[in-house]
């Protein structure tokens, strides 16, 4: 069992370490370029290794966390990839079934954040904070998939938002795993808080609403 998981584990760092340095060049480089798209689909691979792999991780050495955050990872990474292929087309089985796997994923962190809180541990709110932003990407689908959102261009603004999440979710478990300074909730919360000012300006840069 020991050496199936350090070979997980391996691949689970390897994937890590790449995404996070192809993910930050793409976050950092003009959009749309072909640069943009080829380091995007190295991220998007890399990461995905490394969301994949934690899954039998988190089982093979128990921790619910590492396989939600896996789920939420994941999520991301494919529905950030499917809205851009699917555009202004219907969507799918495969994308109401992601909407459904992260609304579960937001009410199980939720869950887990207020039991937390009830037993006096305030780490409780990280979970909430987690949980609430999963329930609102559910919401987004939601909309989308009705064809009442708000862009024109909502395919691009949720490719936009969703990569983006999924480097946060895995800069955050980087953080949290190598961090030896901060408090563990800082350690939890202070990617999101750096990147999504920018994830929002982003989305208003290349946002195009609807006039009513």
């Known amino acids: 069992m ?17 995404s996070l340095l192809t993910g930050l060049v793409v976050l950092l480089q003009t959009k749309g370029t072909a640069q943009h798209r080829r380091l ?50 219907p969507a799918l089985a495969v994308d109401w079934a992601l909407t459904g796997a992260i609304t579960l994923f937001g009410l199980t962190f939720m869950s887990l954040g207020i039991y937390n809180l009830l037993k006096g541990n305030l780490f409780g709110i990280v979970f909430i904070i987690f949980g609430a932003v999963g329930l609102v990407f559910a919401r987004q689908d939601q909309l ?31 953080l949290v795993v190598n961090n030896r300074v901060l408090p563990g909730f800082v350690a939890w919360l202070l990617p999101t808080a750096l990147l999504v000012p920018l994830l929002l300006k982003w989305s208003r840069k290349y946002a195009v609403r609807i006039q009513k």
């Open 144 to 174: 989308i998939f009705k064809g009442r959102s708000q862009y024109k261009n909502a395919f691009l603004v949720t490719h936009i938002q969703r990569l983006t999440g999924s480097y946060i979710a895995s800069l955050t478990a980087f």
């Open 40 to 89: 995007g689909r190295i991220f998007f691979v890399s990461l995905t290794l490394s969301a994949l792999v934690a899954i039998p991780m988190s089982f093979l050495h128990p921790s619910y966390f590492l396989f939600l955050i896996s789920i939420f990872t994941l999520y991301m990474l494919f529905s950030g990839v499917r809205t851009l292929k699917r555009k202004t087309n």
């Open 2 to 18: 020991e050496p199936l998981f350090k070979t997980f584990l391996a691949l689970h760092i390897a994937g890590g370490v790449v």
